[in-house]
């Protein structure tokens, strides 16, 4: 088979991440795959295998090339100015058309794709009127639009009429209650998990670090986003016993902030913040236990990912998918997403000596499970 992915760039983060896996997964069982990125950022992630074909397709620089896409992004940018988050509607109906010709382009030197898989709404909203048999719209995540007159547009340009996968059951209960008050109509929705490749993990892991702690810590590992929700994490920690220092593996436009909240808190001297890292698995599988404290999730594959680096995990009970990964017999280990319950958990899973991750858990995530589900999907 021949297979076209498609993400917005190639940085260090989950979809990026769950991008190469798949790719590698279907270089190595014989397929033909290719990866199509917008951006290359300062530190990329790229897949192992050297099978898989790279590209890049930048839409906006490609309209800029031409006179009527020149002036389609110059009002894409003005009514962005004015709309928040309105430079998609229109660049993205040109967009459509630019990765359509793209698209043949490339057929014509590599032969027609079996599928074309869209990994997060960014790799999309700039090219929504595309539309082919063959694509599968991945949502990675819970959707946040409102009601209005804009969030309905923009749910129905993206979502109408597409063959959508969402990662998680929590994902797919919430687009299609979104789809009933926004007023969109997917073609089909379906489930298709992200892939956690246990054995890549298992080689990774021991890999030597330098910031892993001379004595037994507590990890988290994410961006420091909002969406993470670290200053809960560092409230919560607070509250503990404080039994073991709390490593934090991310970078991201909060980290003065929370290093601060944390300077505030009285356990600066317990926290660490090790910036990002391109291999955080060293560190998830020497930790005791790993924390999430997430507002919402998609998933969650840094709790699989720590499940696979034999970590056991503990999580907030956060909007969207990570019931899918603690209803295997870890349903204890979710708490509400308060500081005190979330305290509670952590000083209780320790006291108790944490338990054995159980690796059986993560069969249903095994890469060729879920690049097969890809294909039988396309064929649908």
């Known amino acids: 088979m021949r297979v076209l992915i498609v993400i917005r760039a190639l940085k260090v983060g989950g979809i990026e991440r769950v991008a190469s896996i798949l790719a590698d997964t279907y270089a190595k069982n014989g397929h033909e795959c290719h990866l ?73 030197t590599y032969g027609a794709f079996d599928s074309i898989i869209f990994r997060g709404i960014g790799s999309y909203e700039s090219m929504w009127s595309f539309r082919d048999t063959r694509a599968i719209f991945v949502i990675e995540n819970v959707l946040n639009y409102n009601d209005s007159f804009l969030g309905k547009l923009k749910a129905r340009l993206l979502f109408s009429k597409k063959k959508i996968a969402t990662v998680s059951e929590g994902v797919k209960e919430d687009l299609l209650a979104n789809a009933s008050k926004l007023s969109f109509n997917p073609q089909s929705v379906k489930v298709i998990t992200n892939p956690c490749p246990v054995e890549s993990i298992h080689k990774l892991m021991t890999e030597k670090d330098p910031d892993i702690p001379g004595q037994e810590y507590i990890i988290n590992v994410a961006r420091l986003v909002p969406q993470k929700n670290h200053k809960l994490l560092l409230d919560a920690y607070a509250l503990t016993h404080k039994t073991y220092p709390l490593v934090i593996v991310g970078d991201g436009p909060l980290m003065n902030e929370l290093k601060e909240h944390a300077t505030n808190l009285n356990i600066n001297h317990l926290v660490t913040f090790t910036g990002e890292k391109k291999n955080p698995f060293p560190l998830m599988h020497h930790a005791k236990l790993f924390v999430l404290s997430s507002v919402h999730e998609g998933l969650g594959i840094v709790l699989l990912e720590s499940l696979a680096c034999n970590t056991p995990v503990i999580s907030t009970d956060s909007h969207g998918g990570v019931r899918d990964i603690f209803n295997q017999g870890l349903e204890g280990y979710l708490c509400p997403p308060d500081a005190q319950s ?18 059986a858990i993560l069969d249903k995530y095994r890469p060729d499970n879920i690049a097969n589900e890809f294909l039988n999907y396309a064929k649908e």
């Open 36 to 108: 199509l990125y917008f951006k290359e950022k300062k530190h990329p992630i790229a897949p192992e295998s050297s099978d898989v074909i790279l590209h890049q397709f930048n839409p906006s620089k490609t309209a800029r090339k031409k006179a009527g896409g020149l002036l389609i992004e110059l009002a894409s940018r003005i009514i962005n100015i004015f709309v928040h988050k309105g430079y998609f509607i229109p660049f993205g109906w040109y967009g459509g058309k630019l990765f359509k010709e793209h698209v043949k382009k490339l057929e014509s």
């Open 342 to 359: 979330l305290a509670s958990l952590i000083d209780s899973t320790l006291d108790d000596g944490c338990y054995e991750p159980d690796n």
